[in-house]
């Protein structure tokens, strides 16, 4: 089993869906979780954190399920502008004392007119 | 403030040749991690170095190597490239140990043929 799953998609969806993404860690030790963006060809930036308590942004809302071992991204009223793909990031714990961000492969999100 | 900056931005090479990838930090940040993505794939972890030396590896070959610099600035080199070292190379910079700090920069593009 991979470290992070998620579905690459794509979803289609129009303007003004409301869509959401999951993703799936297999390490139960796990201490942070983020949504990373990447739009085609560019390089991943941070979207979000993701807390226990749950975060939103704006349209934005994600949401931590531990005992799960889930994670998911809300995305209100979309519009154009949100087509990208979002990248599930988890960092374990560690030992060593660095802390390694793994990268889910992104769910491709396309919205249309 | 620079973010990131990587060079060059595009580069195409013969297999068995060898490459060096170079990446500049953010200001203030003295940790630098490289990752490798490949065309629908999330970016993979190669290596991250921080006080000159190499803190941690993932599952890459000896074939990848780096070097980081007093300056912070790192060095990515692959040698005897095969056609699947094709893809996109980001480097990230962040400061030591923390979680949320980290900005990639825009990325190679290597194209081995």
């Known amino acids: 089993r991979k470290e992070v799953e998620q579905d690459p998609g794509p979803f289609n969806v129009p303007e003004g869906a409301t869509v959401a993404f999951n993703c799936t860690y297999s390490?139960?030790?796990?201490?942070?979780f983020f949504w990373y963006r990447q739009d085609c060809r560019k390089e991943p930036k941070l979207l979000m954190s993701?807390?226990?308590s749950g975060n939103e942004d704006g349209r934005f809302t994600a949401q931590l399920n531990r005992a799960s071992q889930y994670i998911s991204l809300l995305i209100r009223d979309s519009k154009l502008s949100d087509s990208a793909t979002y990248l599930c990031v988890v960092i374990p714990s560690s030992s060593g004392g660095s802390y390694i961000p793994t990268f889910g492969r992104g769910t491709s999100l396309i919205v249309h007119p | 403030d620079a973010g990131v900056t990587q060079s060059p931005t595009h580069l195409i090479k013969t297999r068995g040749q060898q490459v060096t990838l170079r990446c500049s930090p953010k200001s203030g940040h003295d940790t630098v991690s490289w990752y490798q993505q490949a065309l629908g794939q999330g970016p993979q972890f190669i290596f991250q170095y921080y006080e000159e030396e190499e803190r941690q590896r993932g599952n890459f070959p000896d074939r990848f190597s780096g070097h980081q610099f007093p300056n912070y600035s790192s060095e990515l080199n692959v040698n005897a490239l095969l056609l699947g070292d094709s893809a996109l190379y980001l480097c990230?910079?962040?400061?030591?140990?923390?979680?949320?700090?980290?900005?990639f920069g825009s990325g190679t593009r290597l194209t081995v043929v």
């Open positions: 390490n139960s030790a796990s201490q942070s």
């Open positions: 993701v807390y226990s």
């Open positions: 990230a910079s962040s400061l030591s140990r923390d979680n949320y700090g980290y900005t």
